[in-house]
């Protein structure tokens, strides 16, 4: 597989169900990144993990990563239906510089369709 | 919250016409970037900018891409000799130590 890999590709649920996305990655990072994609929308960048974190919490959003298995995750706690929409991972690799940011390409990977029906 | 503006948000255009997609960065970032997204796949690194060169580039920007930054505040993609298949969503994005922000990208069709 590629760098940046989903799972599931898609996903339905109701409304105030969690909702869970894996991602998986071959190279090493600096850090990995989600962002969200409302249907032929912007990227909207959700919550970054550096390479030596472990998890991340930001509202609903919570993120771990393992880079022994190079695969992270993003749950989605309590969805609504505004949370409809494409979710990517993305990673950052290249010479580190300051904070575990290279600076560099983000890789993305296809990414996960969340449906949340009301 | 400071934006990533790009403009137009479509843009249609013949093939073998040049384009020029824009995009004002964060005014206190330093690295730019361009991306593409085909209809339907992932999204693609085209360029890096930095220190007004590029610091790296993709197999995808060959020769018919270009990127500049004319002025303190704009950042550019030319595409010299458009062909069909670079119909895409094309984004911009800059960064900081902070992250990266994305524009919400310009929507090219080629006919």
């Known amino acids: 597989s590629q760098q940046g890999e989903e799972d599931p590709q898609a996903l339905s649920i109701q409304e105030g169900e969690n909702a869970t996305m894996n991602c998986s990655y071959k190279?090493?990072?600096?850090?990995l990144q989600w962002y969200r994609q409302n249907s032929g929308r912007g990227l909207v960048h959700l919550i970054l993990i550096r390479s030596n974190e472990r998890e991340k919490h930001s509202g609903r959003l919570r993120v771990t990563l393992d880079t022994s298995k190079k695969s992270s995750s993003l749950l989605i706690t309590a969805s609504r239906a505004a949370d409809t929409a494409s979710y990517f991972c993305a990673t950052e690799g290249g010479p580190l510089k300051t904070g575990g940011t290279s600076y560099g390409k983000l890789t993305f990977g296809q990414g996960t369709i969340l449906t949340v029906h009301p | 919250e400071p934006e990533v503006t790009q403009t137009p948000s479509h843009q249609v255009t013949q093939m073998g016409q040049e384009v020029i997609l824009r995009c004002v960065p964060i005014?206190?970032?330093?690295?730019f970037y361009w991306y593409r997204q085909i209809l339907g796949q992932k999204v693609e690194f085209l360029v890096s900018f930095y220190n007004n060169e590029i610091s790296e580039k993709s197999e995808i920007f060959d020769d018919q891409f270009s990127v500049e930054r004319p002025d303190g505040s704009n950042f550019t993609l030319k595409i010299r000799s458009t062909k069909l298949e670079d119909s895409a969503m094309y984004f911009c994005?800059?960064?900081?130590?902070?992250?990266?922000?994305f524009g919400s990208g310009t929507r090219l069709t080629v006919v």
């Open positions: 994005a800059s960064s900081s130590s902070y992250g990266y922000t």
């Open positions: 005014s206190n970032h330093l690295y």
């Open positions: 190279t090493s990072i600096n850090n």
